[in-house]
């Protein structure tokens, strides 16, 4: 068995999941997921898995089927002592593929605990149409 | 204007939003999500609103359209000093209709600022088939 990691940072254990991902390495991932805490996983497909051993199956699931690449662009975070949330937008790429298959809303939610940050929580779903915000947008009624 | 209402727990926000919801009240349901720190509203469309203004503007398209009434259930949270993520299946009901609409994964998270606890973030996706856990649930070789 792998020691788990310690991650200092939310980010660490951030970077840690999206290199698991690319390895397509389930070990890995799963030691960026707390053991000691609720965890949720809600995949873009909207099914939702809340136990440690069936967000293991699942992601194995995945890396079975297909190679996966992420890049994930930080769109808002906010950053408490023992919580932080990052919201993301993901593009994801299959195999040796430059063209995305798909774009992903992403709310992560970080724990700190006696292994640093984990992961707790992770939101997926699919970004719809229209989701830049409308040119008629009322932002500049904002102060 | 209303003056900004102080919600001492998470609970009391989020209660304060249900009930805005079913109101219709629009200027209840802003004073919910917090003004002075990034906001992110991911509606189950789909589109996401990252602007006080925007998100107004789409909860009061919501409003006019139909009459909606949420039943929501806490599915799991995490607390900390100046945030709290609570996770919840919503189900969805409009006008007097006593058939569900459809149901949501929701992740909401609350900032503890000025004004007491406040909405910072709402993710919204639609449930998808099987989001039950499968019975083939490897959930039993765990501790």
């Not at 840690?16 to 390895?23: G, L, M, N, R, T």
């Not at 030691?31 to 873009?44: F, N």
């Not at 993901?90 to 992560?108: A, K, M, R, Y």
Request: hydrophobic letters at 40%; a negative charge; aromatic letters at 6%.
């Amino acid at each position: 068995m792998t020691k788990p990691s310690h991650f200092p940072t939310p980010e660490d254990a951030e970077n840690a999941f999206y290199e698991a991902v690319a390895k397509g390495d389930v070990d890995a991932l799963m030691l960026t997921w707390a053991e000691d805490e609720e965890v949720v996983c809600i995949h873009p497909t909207g099914v939702r898995l809340a136990d440690h051993a069936l967000i293991r199956e699942s992601w194995r699931n995945i890396f079975a089927s297909s190679r996966l690449h992420v890049r994930a662009e930080l769109v808002a975070h906010w950053q408490g002592m023992l919580l932080a949330i990052h919201h993301l937008t993901e593009t994801l790429f299959l195999g040796d593929s430059p063209e995305p298959q798909g774009t992903l809303h992403v709310t992560q939610v970080f724990s700190r605990g006696a292994h640093g940050w984990r992961l707790v929580n992770r939101h997926a779903s699919p970004i719809g149409d229209g989701h830049e915000e409308p040119a008629e947008s009322t932002a500049h009624t904002l102060h």
